[in-house]
């Protein structure tokens, strides 16, 4: 999805003051993925979670992404967390404040049922009932809502996606083989199209 589809966070540091000012990372913060460590390519997904085409992609092309390619040790890959709105990333604060052996299940229960919460009458309500489902009581729901120090991480971190490895759109994966560069694809690309360019990160 680009950045234009919904209100974006195009200058994080006038939504959440003190962007700048910013602590050590949260260890929420931490890496969140699937496959070996020592996998000889590692995938980065940039993704919102309020992106209709990265919903598209988990729900048509990770299942087989995951049982092809992940599970028999071909890649790692990674999620980087990519707000295009202010629901987006508090979707994000919710889902890296759950246990990390969660993290996979949930996000994938987001993806997958956009429409019943991200373009709900009630988004946030709807997006509290999905966290309650996960076993994030109310009261610990609100508290995440208003950790601003996790969104500020969060915003801090889609900042560096977008210096580094100028990601401008969601979904954008970015392939790399040990130390060459990496190359980037954005849109939700068909697996055949995914599994391409893991044999042309090798050969880069």
């Excluded at 009581?137 to 950790?147: G, S």
Aim: aromatic share 8%; proline share 8%.
């Amino acid at each position: 999805m680009s950045p234009t589809r919904r209100a974006i966070l195009a200058a994080p540091a006038l939504l959440l003051p003190g962007l700048a000012l910013a602590q050590a990372p949260d260890p929420r913060l931490a890496e969140r993925g699937v496959g070996p460590a020592d996998a000889p390519v590692r995938v980065q997904e940039f993704f919102s979670l309020t992106c209709s085409h990265c919903a598209a992609f988990h729900r048509e092309v990770f299942p087989k992404v995951k049982a092809e390619l992940v599970d028999k040790g071909a890649i790692r890959l990674i999620w980087r967390d990519f707000p295009l709105d202010r629901l987006a990333l508090t979707a994000a604060q919710v889902a890296r404040s759950l246990p990390e052996g969660q993290y996979e299940a949930f996000i994938g229960t987001l993806l997958n049922n956009q429409d019943r919460w991200a373009f709900s009458r009630d988004p946030m309500a709807g997006l509290a009932q999905m966290a309650g489902l996960a076993g994030m009581p109310r009261p610990k729901f609100d508290e995440v809502v208003a950790d601003d120090s996790l969104a500020r991480a969060i915003l801090e971190q889609r900042s560096v996606a977008e210096r580094e490895y100028e990601i401008r759109a969601t979904p954008t994966f970015s392939f790399r083989a040990g130390d060459r560069a990496p190359r980037n694809q954005s849109g939700s690309i068909p697996f055949e199209r995914f599994q391409a360019l893991v044999e042309e990160a090798k050969k880069a």
